[in-house]
């Protein structure tokens, strides 16, 4: 796709051990148990929680988050969060190293993820974001109005609405350029004054053994063979999430300044 991120070098083809795929056979099926059932039961919640509470969100917020933290545990990733999530009414910014960002970030926080309109297409993980009400986004100048009014409602509602604004993901080594353009929705007049954005940097490291890029997804990697490889991995990988402190919108002057400053933000997370 447009805007996908290469490294200078390919990645090694995806290489599992007997030992490996024995973790594979261990795990997958706990983890297919955990994502079908909390789906299920997010659905069966959503259809009451829906009618009486609108865009608000009281209870299945709470599933998700239990979802994912469980799946990340089965997997054998240990997930460390450090910092507040913000108590403002705005939006999350992180960068983007791999599908697992869907799992890291709702089991560190409840927010609700913007995503391209790829992601809805994606066997049970699409299935997973149109459920916790991810908002789906198709990158055509035509649609800008139509994604600033929902995301307009959404911030409105109190929703913090996850952006990635690299555009792609990567290695999970680096960051990469922000693009600017989503960051100017937060300028909207009804929205300017309201809103916080808090960065958030995601800092991956491999298991014991493998190369310190292990959890990345990028290029024109397929989704299958990265899942098998990160449930065949030792119990030894870990995540850490940082939520920075948060900025309010109309202290910049505009979407380029707001985008670079949370870019250098998220980038000193890897310090």
């Not at 239990?66 to 054998?76: D, E």
């Not at 990697?221 to 870990?238: C, D, I, Q």
């Amino acid at each position: 796709m447009s805007g996908t991120w290469f490294p200078e070098d390919v990645a090694d083809s995806v290489k599992i051990s007997p030992m490996g795929w024995i973790r594979v056979v261990l795990r997958a099926p706990p983890v297919l148990v955990v994502l079908v059932s909390g789906l299920a039961a997010l659905l069966m919640v959503r259809l009451v929680e829906r009618p009486v509470c609108g865009l608000n969100r009281p209870v299945t917020p709470y599933i998700t988050q239990g979802v994912c933290k469980s799946t990340l545990r089965i997997m054998g990733i240990r997930l460390t969060v450090v910092g507040a999530h913000m108590p403002y009414k705005g939006a999350v910014v992180s960068n983007h190293a791999s599908w697992l960002d869907i799992l890291t970030l709702n089991a560190a926080k409840r927010i609700y993820f913007v995503a391209k309109s790829e992601v809805a297409g994606w066997p049970l993980v699409g299935w997973l974001a149109r459920a916790t009400g991810t908002v789906f986004i198709a990158r055509r100048a035509r649609d800008a109005k139509i994604h600033l009014d929902i995301f307009a409602e959404r911030l409105n509602a109190g929703h913090k609405l996850l952006f990635f604004p690299e555009g792609t993901s990567t290695d999970g080594l680096r960051v990469i350029p922000f693009k600017s353009t989503l960051f100017e929705a937060f300028f909207a007049k009804n929205l300017r004054d309201i809103l916080h954005i808090q960065p958030v940097s995601v800092v991956y490291s491999a298991p014991k053994g493998e190369e310190a890029r292990f959890y990345g997804w990028w290029g024109d990697m397929e989704l299958a063979p990265h899942v098998l490889k990160t449930l065949a991995a030792r119990k030894s990988g870990t995540v850490k999430v940082i939520y920075h402190t948060p900025v309010a919108v109309s202290s910049f002057d505009g979407r380029k300044a707001l985008a670079q400053y949370c870019e250098d933000t998220v980038r000193s997370g890897f310090s």
